[in-house]
């Protein structure tokens, strides 16, 4: 994969100008985050709302998904851990990160504001939101999880942590929604999380800093 | 197991309602726990007509044997020693499912009928649909549900629902030989609780009452307490039990909540995207891209 990334310009030099996002193992990474999300929202929107209760034949049986789901959430966790590790000092906030949010609207025109660098103002947030749910759904998961661990906590705790764990899948699942969607909107970017690469367009529109950066042009 | 021969007024994760058109009597169970010589007998009926055998437990120094409910043991007396007017009092109480009209149990539970409450009142648990969640041990105000560690299911007294959809009593109070739990309609057992709270009212115990707590809609067991002003005394009784906030937020607002949050975030993506349109980077940006790919070329050209 990296010889295309290292040098693009060898197959098609005028048009395809590409820059390596993200390495393999981080793809990989990604999609393994992605496969467990979408197993873990389906059985856990069955289980929160009776009329998708049905969600759980993807598993075989209703109980077969209720005994898969946290086992899942628990690699998703990992998963995750290891990006978060990867990724957090790229999402500290900065004032570039201010100005884009305060000006967001601008930029939901498709008008790119403030000098971005490897993550956006959105992006970042939308990191941080991630974590939080995750840290959330971890530890009310454990919490609530028959028949291993449930037992050792008293039941207004169990209680607690299962409308935490349910608020903070619902706001998981909606900022997932969200995340995809610009993944989708901004062209070009699925293309980063799945060959690599991104065209230097597509870095010099969204992310002009990091294109310095990366590319060390002073455009 | 549900009983086919009793009506179905509830039935878990199930937003539509159940069969409307017959209406049968409302029944309860009455404890009248001042009557009660904690013979245990109730524990060894229920255990028999159930076919549940407790592993033989160990004496923990007091009577309370087995010490607590579990799938194998529905209903457990247990046994309080409280002082009551400088008088040494032995209050017993037989635990168990209460039954309620309102069941914590069944508004917690994820899976479409695996728990049921007949039109009778009578709370039951559906094995085969249970898948093992535990939701309804958070669910229940009284601490009663308990899973089997040998199946991962939920198990606890559904008062005979077998015996009471042929006509005849719980096995509990077949067996009770004082008269303490007496079986019939609610309407009859409330009857039976006037009269017994009114001797014993005259006989010294001024705030004797009935048990039927209003916070989970009233129970279908009812216990006749010589102290209803301090049901704590019988072995943590609530005294005003009702389904708890976190359960109530979670299974009530939150849904409403999230469906508007998810749908929200879905819709706000389509709507966007066919009104604003795709945000492509190559038809501005692109050609600039074309211009430092040829002064690269330049460059490269010179060196």
């Known amino acids: 994969m990296t010889d295309k990334a290292q040098n693009p310009a060898a197959q098609n030099p005028a048009k395809e100008k590409l820059i390596q996002r993200y390495s393999a193992a981080e793809r990989i990474n990604h999609w393994v985050v992605a496969v467990c999300f979408v197993l873990l929202a389906i059985s856990g929107l069955a289980f929160f709302y009776p009329a998708f209760f049905w969600l759980t034949g993807v598993f075989g049986t209703p109980e077969l998904a209720r005994i898969v789901h946290p086992f899942v959430g628990v690699v998703m966790f990992v998963a995750f851990g290891r990006q978060f590790f990867r990724y957090w000092h790229h999402n500290l906030l900065n004032r570039e990160d201010i100005r884009w949010m305060v000006a967001v609207k601008e930029v939901m025109k498709g008008n790119e504001v403030g000098d971005i660098g490897r993550y956006n103002g959105g992006q970042k947030a939308m990191f941080w939101v991630m974590v939080l749910c995750m840290a959330a759904l971890l530890g009310s998961g454990v919490i609530a999880w028959r028949p291993y661990f449930a037992s050792s906590f008293p039941i207004p705790v169990i209680r607690i942590a299962l409308l935490v764990h349910a608020t903070s899948a619902v706001v998981l699942i909606s900022s997932i929604i969200v995340h995809v969607y610009a993944a989708l909107w901004v062209q070009g970017t699925i293309r980063a999380m799945v060959e690599g690469v991104v065209t230097h367009g597509w870095a010099r529109k969204h992310h002009p800093r990091w294109y310095r950066e990366t590319t060390g042009k002073k455009v | ?303």
Request: net charge negative; hydrophobic share 35%.
């Open chain 2, 1 to 303: 197991m549900t009983s086919s021969s009793l009506d179905i007024q509830r039935r878990s994760a199930s937003p539509t309602a159940a069969a409307e058109a017959r209406n049968p009597a409302e029944i309860a169970q009455l404890i009248d726990v001042s009557v009660c010589i904690g013979c245990k007998a109730c524990q060894v009926a229920c255990s028999e007509w159930n076919e549940l055998r407790a592993d033989v437990g160990t004496c923990v120094g007091v009577y309370d044997n087995p010490t607590d409910l579990s799938s194998q043991a529905w209903t457990v007396m247990r046994f309080a020693e409280v002082e009551e007017n400088g008088k040494l009092e032995w209050l017993i109480r037989k635990d168990g499912c209460m039954h309620c009209a309102e069941p914590g149990c069944l508004k917690a539970c994820p899976s479409p009928g695996a728990i049921v409450q007949h039109k009778n009142g009578i709370v039951d648990y559906n094995q085969d649909h249970c898948i093992g969640c535990g939701y309804c041990v958070s669910g229940c105000p009284f601490n009663v549900p308990r899973l089997s560690p040998k199946d991962g299911k939920a198990y606890k007294c559904n008062m005979c629902s077998d015996r009471v959809a042929v006509g005849l009593e719980p096995a509990c109070v077949k067996t009770c030989p004082t008269g303490a739990i007496q079986f019939g309609s609610k309407e009859d057992m409330k009857e039976v609780a006037a009269i017994r709270i009114a001797d014993l009212q005259s006989r010294g115990f001024q705030n004797a009452g009935l048990y039927d707590p209003p916070g989970v809609g009233g129970t279908h067991t009812m216990y006749v307490l010589h102290h209803a002003d301090k049901p704590e005394q019988y072995s943590g009784l609530p005294n005003d039990p009702s389904i708890s906030t976190a359960v109530g937020l979670w299974k009530g607002a939150l849904k409403p909540l999230a469906t508007v949050g998810i749908a929200a975030a879905g819709l706000f993506g389509f709507f966007h995207y066919i009104t604003v349109g795709p945000n492509r980077a190559d038809d501005d940006a692109h050609q600039d891209a074309n211009d430092d790919a040829k002064a690269d070329t330049r460059e490269e050209d010179r060196s």
